[in-house]
């Protein structure tokens, strides 16, 4: 066996410019933070801290193999089924932390605001972005712990319907500890006790991360109110967001989006008081839309006036 080399020559510390490029715009675009970077890659966190600032001291070129092998996985997927309609706001910016902090750490989180804050689209973006994160929405018919273990089943490929719920959450947990991953249920308001419990046993068997998307009604289940069995499901949150509202920096962002020659302020201050009633980020932007159309179509003209009368013609 031929002892470990001990020096590095110049070659083998020659940065490869294409491949440093690839990685910091990998990094910017998937919004990954270092650590998840490096444990994907299967290197150190110092790793690639150092390599990024170009002060790597070990043989680059071995390290650079590495992250092209990981990026010609990856760059395809985020490129795949863009969210268009994706924008970095306020309320995105809470919902992607309680994201990334359970991927990272597989740790179990939830945020919650009224409807039509953009948590499901930042949800979906994360997903574009890291396209091993389990999504599940919970609804009125979806809530039971059976429907909801058997989603999660089909979603790590275990199981069958045949099979007991028992031996699918067996599965399910196997599947998990050999591969942990993030997963994301949306509306999680509509979930039974029932289905807090079946999830709270997968994460304490597994620790992978966890996080809840829903409606301030959420929180009121979860603080145990009405049924001290709660408090064992609130105690494992260890990150928690509430989106408060839609800030004025956040409608110029949407609206410069949608309309990129700009609005007037007038237009803004308008739009700005229609997104602060709950859950009106929704309607602000299918306002904003609606208006941009007659705009571009019948030659209306944008100002104020037609954001009024569109906004009483349609009870938005």
Known sequence: MLPERIFITELERRYNEGVLRRLTRWKEESGNSLRKLAAAIGVSYTSIGDYLNQKY??????????????????????????????RWISSSELVWEVLQ???????????VGPSG????????EYGR???ETILLTASPTRRGFSRILKALANSVAVGNSNMAPDDILRSVINKLKSFRRLVVIDEAQFLKWE???????????????FVYLGTPRLYSQMRGDWRYDWDQIASRLTIRRTIQGITYKDVKIISDFIYHP???KSCIDFLYHVAQEPG??????????????????????LDINLFKELKNMNDF
């Open 262 to 264: 700009g609005l007037s």
């Open 129 to 131: 972005k890291n396209p």
């Open 57 to 86: 001291k070990a043989n680059v070129r071995v390290l650079e193999d590495k992250i092209t092998t990981f990026l010609d996985s990856k760059e395809d997927n985020l490129q795949r089924s863009k969210n268009p309609e994706f």
């Open 280 to 301: 009106h980020l929704r309607v602000m932007t299918d306002l904003l839309k609606k208006a941009v159309k007659f705009h571009e179509v019948y030659d209306a003209k």
């Open 117 to 124: 804050m953009s948590k499901t689209k930042t949800k979906e």
């Open 101 to 111: 902090t359970c991927d990272e750490g597989g740790e179990m989180g939830a945020a």
């Open 195 to 209: 289905s807090f419990e079946v999830i709270r046993n997968i994460y304490d068997a597994t620790h992978s991360g």
